[in-house]
């Protein structure tokens, strides 16, 4: 059974650093993975995303420039380093794991989800 697990949320202040983590009981080498984000009374939004092998990365325009996504595949770790947040990026941020190739800002291509890590940016 596929099991992920994120960390790293806080609460912390407009401009602020942060980073988040997702490890999971898979082998990193043969998923994508990606960050999604889900605000109260919002839908589930792609956040970025990282190919199979770790060297391709896509980000939602919202937040190009600002967040990096990463992937050790040695280590089995998902990072999501995230600069000058704002009051917008408040949300519950999700990690997910998927064997696909194609399709990776998309939620649906990802079966695999963990439960959430709380980030919320105070002005």
């Known amino acids: 059974q596929v099991q992920l697990v994120e960390s790293g949320g806080r609460s912390v202040q407009a401009g602020d650093s942060l980073r988040l983590s997702c490890s999971a009981s898979?082998?990193?080498?043969?998923?994508?993975m990606g960050w999604f984000r889900q605000a109260p009374g919002m839908e589930r939004e792609f956040v970025a995303a990282?190919?199979?092998?770790?060297?391709?990365?896509y980000y939602a325009d919202s937040v190009k420039g600002r967040f990096t996504i990463s992937k050790d595949n040695g280590k089995n770790t998902l990072s999501l380093q995230m600069t000058d947040l704002a009051p917008a990026d408040t949300a519950t941020y999700f990690c997910?794991?998927?064997?696909?190739?194609?399709?990776?800002?998309?939620?649906?291509?990802?079966?695999?989800w963990g439960h959430g890590t709380q980030v919320t940016v105070s002005s």
């Open positions: 898979i082998t990193f080498s043969n998923y994508a």
């Open positions: 990282i190919n199979r092998p770790g060297v391709t990365s």
């Open positions: 997910a794991a998927s064997t696909e190739v194609l399709g990776l800002k998309l939620a649906r291509t990802y079966p695999y």
